[in-house]
């Protein structure tokens, strides 16, 4: 089966363990013979600030928008976590103070950014977002946390909607020599029916424009429908997608062949994915993709090991397990494909095994996204 065939073997373990958890040093320990040009790199870096470990806020930050301001003003709402978690009430005060100033003196600016179709909708959104901040300084007043928490999400899914607004058009184009597989040109959401409850995942084409597409299409095929999960890994990993008979991906009914997709890969910093080569085979060891491996949940394409381009139809839930692979740290990120996140039910996520199945997945939202390929 195409299955993770080197996660957390033992090398991997003893590498991830010298990565992040050994004397909090990375790579090769001091004073180890041989010691290679990428592991004297990896011991002087380090990943700046704290990851990102929420799958919601990895797919806001990845959406391709240029607004400063509006960035800003979810960086502030975001970083309220860290306060939280310290309960420092002050800061937290000065940073929602730092939100209420920007969304007045910059409103007009970050309307500027929005099409003239959508300019009503936008000014709507700024508005509650407004109006959301007079409770959030009442709970911070009183010292209330879980109002916080509550305020805090409901902000940053408007914020959400405004940026989602702000995307005015597909950003690249996908390679000519991947024109024959489906694409999503946006977002969809999927929810799975398992044998334990909901699972309910956004699906990210901006950035993985291909793996989403195919992952969508076969969705909407209803492939998924009834199928067990073949790996199940405490605190790892949760795979599907293997279907009934000799194959081990999906065939096309209309061509009789395997359809194969190239591992994508979006880098932070670049504007289009990088096709059918991990990272680490061009050498880009340091660089981290847009989606990365550090969220609970985030959903991953399975392929085999030694083929880049050789997924179909089975993938992953990715359970992140931060004491062995540490946000930031990550290995499958740049070797494996993410392609988008859980959102909602993730305490179903946990409870699920081995034992259980997918008995649906159904495409909610989004399917006006998903583009076939001409004469399909």
Same mark, same amino acid.
Not at 202 to 209: E, K, M, N, R, T
């Given at each position: 089966?195409?299955?993770?065939?080197?996660?957390?073997?033992?090398?991997?373990?003893?590498?991830? =363990?010298?990565?992040? &958890?050994?004397?909090?040093?990375?790579?090769?320990?001091?004073?180890?013979?041989?010691?290679?040009?990428?592991?004297?790199?990896?011991?002087?870096?380090?990943?700046?600030?704290?990851?990102?470990?929420?799958?919601?806020?990895? =797919?806001?930050?990845?959406?391709?928008?240029?607004?400063?301001?509006?960035?800003?003003?979810?960086?502030?709402?975001?970083?309220?976590?860290?306060?939280?978690?310290?309960?420092?009430?002050?800061?937290?005060?000065?940073?929602?103070?730092?939100?209420?100033?920007?969304?007045?003196?910059?409103?007009?600016?970050?309307?500027?950014?929005?099409?003239?179709?959508?300019?009503?909708?936008?000014? %709507? =959104?700024?508005?509650?977002?407004?109006?959301?901040?007079?409770?959030?300084?009442?709970?911070?007043?009183?010292?209330?946390?879980?109002?916080?928490?509550?305020?805090?999400?409901?902000? &940053?899914?408007?914020?959400?909607? =405004?940026?989602?607004?702000?995307?005015?058009?597909?950003?690249?184009?996908?390679?000519?020599?991947?024109?024959?597989?489906?694409?999503?040109?946006?977002?969809?959401?999927?929810?799975?029916? %398992?044998?334990?409850?909901?699972?309910?995942?956004?699906?990210?084409?901006?950035?993985?424009?291909?793996?989403?597409?195919?992952?969508?299409?076969?969705?909407?095929?209803?492939?998924?429908?009834?199928?067990?999960?073949?790996?199940?890994?405490?605190?790892?990993?949760?795979?599907?997608?293997?279907?009934?008979?000799?194959?081990?991906?999906?065939?096309?009914?209309?061509?009789?062949?395997?359809?194969?997709?190239?591992?994508?890969?979006?880098?932070?910093?670049?504007?289009?994915?990088?096709?059918?080569?991990?990272?680490?085979?061009?050498?880009?060891?340091?660089?981290?993709?847009?989606?990365?491996?550090?969220?609970?949940?985030?959903?991953?394409?399975?392929?085999?090991?030694?083929?880049?381009?050789?997924?179909?139809?089975?993938?992953?839930?990715?359970?992140?397990?931060?004491?062995?692979?540490?946000?930031? &740290?990550?290995?499958?990120?740049?070797?494996?494909?993410?392609?988008?996140?859980?959102?909602?039910?993730?305490?179903?996520?946990?409870?699920?095994?081995?034992?259980?199945?997918?008995?649906?997945?159904?495409?909610?939202?989004? &399917?006006?996204?998903?583009?076939?390929?001409?004469?399909?």
């Amino acid at each position: 089966m195409q299955l993770l065939k080197h996660w957390l073997t033992p090398p991997l373990l003893a590498t991830l =363990l010298w990565l992040g &958890l050994i004397a909090g040093e990375v790579g090769i320990h001091p004073g180890t013979a041989g010691a290679t040009t990428l592991d004297q790199a990896l011991v002087a870096y380090l990943p700046p600030g704290n990851a990102i470990t929420d799958g919601q806020a990895l =797919l806001r930050y990845s959406l391709p928008i240029d607004s400063k301001d509006l960035r800003k003003i979810q960086e502030d709402l975001e970083g309220l976590s860290q306060w939280l978690r310290s309960k420092r009430w002050a800061p937290m005060r000065g940073d929602v103070q730092k939100v209420d100033r920007l969304l007045s003196r910059r409103r007009e600016a970050i309307l500027d950014t929005v099409s003239a179709a959508d300019r009503d909708r936008a000014s %709507t =959104l700024l508005d509650d977002l407004q109006a959301g901040l007079i409770p959030m300084f009442e709970a911070i007043e009183n010292r209330d946390k879980s109002a916080v928490q509550r305020l805090r999400k409901s902000l &940053l899914q408007t914020i959400g909607s =405004l940026e989602a607004l702000m995307v005015a058009e597909f950003p690249f184009e996908v390679p000519a020599e991947y024109s024959m597989l489906p694409q999503l040109k946006g977002r969809a959401t999927v929810a799975f029916e %398992t044998t334990k409850g909901t699972v309910t995942a956004i699906v990210d084409g901006y950035s993985a424009p291909v793996t989403a597409g195919n992952f969508v299409d076969l969705v909407q095929r209803g492939f998924y429908d009834h199928l067990p999960f073949i790996r199940a890994e405490d605190n790892y990993v949760l795979q599907t997608g293997d279907p009934v008979g000799p194959d081990e991906g999906f065939i096309d009914p209309k061509t009789g062949e395997y359809r194969s997709i190239p591992l994508e890969i979006l880098v932070k910093g670049e504007t289009e994915p990088v096709y059918g080569n991990t990272l680490e085979s061009l050498g880009r060891y340091l660089e981290q993709p847009v989606l990365p491996f550090s969220a609970f949940g985030a959903l991953g394409m399975a392929r085999p090991e030694s083929e880049p381009n050789g997924g179909s139809s089975q993938f992953f839930f990715f359970l992140f397990e931060p004491e062995l692979t540490p946000a930031g &740290l990550n290995l499958l990120d740049g070797r494996y494909a993410v392609f988008g996140y859980v959102v909602e039910g993730k305490e179903v996520l946990e409870k699920l095994s081995q034992e259980d199945s997918i008995e649906s997945a159904r495409v909610v939202t989004g &399917l006006e996204n998903l583009v076939q390929p001409q004469g399909v």
